[in-house]
């Protein structure tokens, strides 16, 4: 059916251009017509339809980005050219904008009413794709080419630092104990509970800069080459989406929680001393490279591929029916009050709770296994070459790896051939009984912290295994050194 452009007049004598596309309609704004529009009003009270963004994703890119696929042998992907800028970009990196800024948009239509408001903010005759990245600094942007103009370097040099990527330069990578940033005595002494969610929460400058740049050098996927439709060929670089491997332009990633920040500060307050977390506690936690990824924006905002606390996709659960449950349970067979005993019990049982301490700190049962696995990886070559916190953060995810592929051991830990890769082996290296095998890189920047939440969410385990190795123990076996 594709889309159908229909003119609107408003009571100034101004006329607005919407669009329906396939099956989906114009929105009926009947009931706004007598709320009348006022200059105190914010964005937040209109929207585009869900035909505007049809048509302006599909029909209006095609007719005006010069849509072309790129291939590489990791999948392929449709990029947009942007004329202004001479870059291209995937999908993921277009945002829907205004080309007069909405409010001005408004005033020159001489919107009345709510109505009026939410057909001006939809007029296509006013809108355009442009790249996220630009949008998002359209101030600064709009300064740079009205003052120096399209082919002057100026704009060259500010297009570059949010587009380009040299796989060739070296990036290097984010290490906790010099990039991490310190906190103030402000956000130490400052009380933080899970219910502020992430208001007041942000990644920290070296997150965003060399962590990012890090990142993006592990998420390279090649380079194609684009030509416009002027003949003008460059080399465009792609990146792959951490959670659903699609391939996307520099410009179409976030910084994305692995296990989603909501989830994991619930985590933290079980286990803060006293039961309370500073700013600073949810900063660290919040900024933690170990539970980071770029993915891209449309992922990002589906949170289809966000996981629990467990590392397991989170399925989706239907809410609960008001009275869904009532005749499941007799009412009649329950007993109204706790025997005096029990309920006794229960009072000392919450008097005398304390938090799980961390793995690497006493009381905690894996606390000598750590310990174990810190010496162990202390005396080899590549452990010494780790900084102090990527030692530790390494033992931690070994013991992890340990506990999860139930080994009653660790007589030594090894690392990889290609130095990729670290292994806890219970036995010898030549004839072990069992290997537990981490990726070097993500071991070192997982915290203590993450370790010890994930070994919490392990099954208790009676009877740790010891008995012949599985195939990919014994493959991992080959890899050792």
């Not at 048509?55 to 942007?82: C, F, I, K, T």
């Not at 990886?377 to 530790?392: A, I, P, V």
């Not at 036995?427 to 990726?439: D, E, M, N, R, T």
Request: charged share 25%.
């Amino acid at each position: 059916m594709g889309y159908e452009f229909k003119t609107k007049q408003l009571q100034s004598g101004q006329s607005v251009q919407l669009v329906s596309w396939d099956d989906r309609p114009l929105t009926d704004h009947r009931e706004l017509q007598h709320k009348p529009w006022l200059p105190t009003d914010t964005r937040a009270s209109v929207g585009f339809y869900d035909s505007t963004v049809e048509y302006m994703r599909n029909d209006w890119a095609r007719q005006h980005m010069q849509p072309q696929a790129a291939h590489l042998e990791a999948g392929s992907v449709l990029l947009y050219y942007h004329g202004d800028s001479k870059t291209w970009h995937s999908t993921d990196a277009l945002d829907i904008d205004h080309v007069s800024q909405w409010r001005d948009h408004f005033g020159a239509l001489g919107v009345a009413n709510h109505a009026e408001a939410h057909m001006a903010y939809n007029d296509v005759s006013n809108l355009r794709m442009l790249p996220s990245v630009i949008n998002r600094a359209r101030d600064c942007a709009d300064n740079v080419l009205t003052q120096y103009g399209a082919d002057s370097q100026e704009w060259r040099t500010w297009v570059e630092q949010r587009f380009a990527f040299d796989p060739n330069a070296h990036h290097p990578a984010f290490d906790p104990d010099r990039d991490q940033a310190r906190r103030t005595q402000g956000t130490l002494g400052t009380a933080w509970s899970p219910d502020e969610g992430r208001t007041g929460l942000s990644f920290d400058t070296r997150v965003v800069g060399k962590w990012f740049e890090a990142e993006l050098k592990n998420a390279y996927a090649g380079s194609v080459p684009m030509r416009n439709h002027q003949g003008e060929v460059q080399e465009v670089p792609l990146f792959r989406c951490a959670a659903s491997g699609q391939l996307c332009t520099r410009d179409a990633l976030d910084i994305d929680h692995k296990v989603p920040f909501e989830l994991l500060s619930q985590k933290m307050l079980e286990h803060a001393p006293n039961g309370q977390l500073s700013k600073a506690d949810a900063l660290d936690a919040y900024n933690d490279v170990s539970n980071l990824r770029l993915v891209s924006r449309s992922t990002n905002s589906s949170h289809e591929f966000e996981v629990d606390i467990r590392n397991e996709y989170r399925d989706h659960e239907e809410p609960e029916r008001p009275g869904e449950f009532d005749d499941f349970i007799d009412r009649d067979a329950m007993d109204v009050d706790l025997d005096p005993v029990v309920a006794q019990q229960a009072r000392e049982l919450g008097r005398n709770y304390r938090p799980m301490p961390w793995l690497n700190e006493h009381g905690h049962p894996d606390k000598a296994l750590y310990d174990d696995v810190l010496n162990k990886l202390g005396q080899t070559d590549f452990g010494r070459n780790m900084s102090d916190t990527q030692r530790e953060n390494a033992a931690g995810a070994l013991v992890f790896a340990v506990r999860n592929e139930r080994m009653g051991s660790v007589d030594a830990v090894a690392q990889s051939l290609d130095g990729q890769a670290l292994f806890a082996v219970q036995g010898s290296l030549q004839h072990p009984l069992g290997i537990a095998p981490v990726s070097k890189s993500d071991a070192m920047a997982q915290s203590i912290g993450i370790s010890t939440l994930k070994l919490e969410e392990l099954p208790q385990q009676q009877n740790p295994t010891q008995n012949a190795q599985s195939p990919h123990q014994q493959h991992h076996r080959t890899m050792m050194q």
